[in-house]
């Protein structure tokens, strides 16, 4: 089992960057696929971008295409979401989560608030 833990959440104006950091435990953290979701106040949690134990060919969602960038250093068991030209409509409550492949749970963070302001 992987422990998560969600930083460098906070409040940005709109138009401005955040990058948050998803800390994991243990050794094999590095073979597990994370992913960063969010939850906004009456709406579902929905996947943001995904990125694999290797790193290669990222997934990203329409609402975040060409603004955010998920990246990963094994080495330091953290995976990293860097978040440019915020959006108001981006405030939520971020999380990320690890699994180690299809068909196995999720193990999440407890979660990071990020606010764009107006």
């Known amino acids: 089992q992987v422990q998560l833990v969600e930083s460098w959440g906070g409040l940005v104006q709109a138009g401005g960057s955040l990058r948050l950091s998803c800390a994991g435990s243990?050794?094999?953290?590095?073979?597990?696929?994370v992913g960063w979701f969010r939850q906004a106040p009456g709406k579902e949690r929905e996947l943001l971008s995904a990125?694999?134990?290797?790193?290669?060919?990222?997934y990203y969602a329409d609402s975040v295409k060409g603004r955010f960038t998920i990246s990963r250093d094994n080495a330091k068991n953290t995976v990293y979401l860097q978040m440019n030209s915020l959006k108001p409509e981006d405030t939520a409550v971020y999380y990320c989560?690890?699994?180690?492949?299809?068909?196995?749970?999720?193990?999440w963070g407890q979660g990071t608030q990020v606010t764009v302001s107006s």
């Open positions: 243990g050794r094999t953290f590095p073979l597990y696929s």
């Open positions: 990125i694999s134990w290797a790193g290669g060919s990222p």
């Open positions: 989560a690890a699994k180690l492949g299809a068909g196995e749970p999720y193990y």
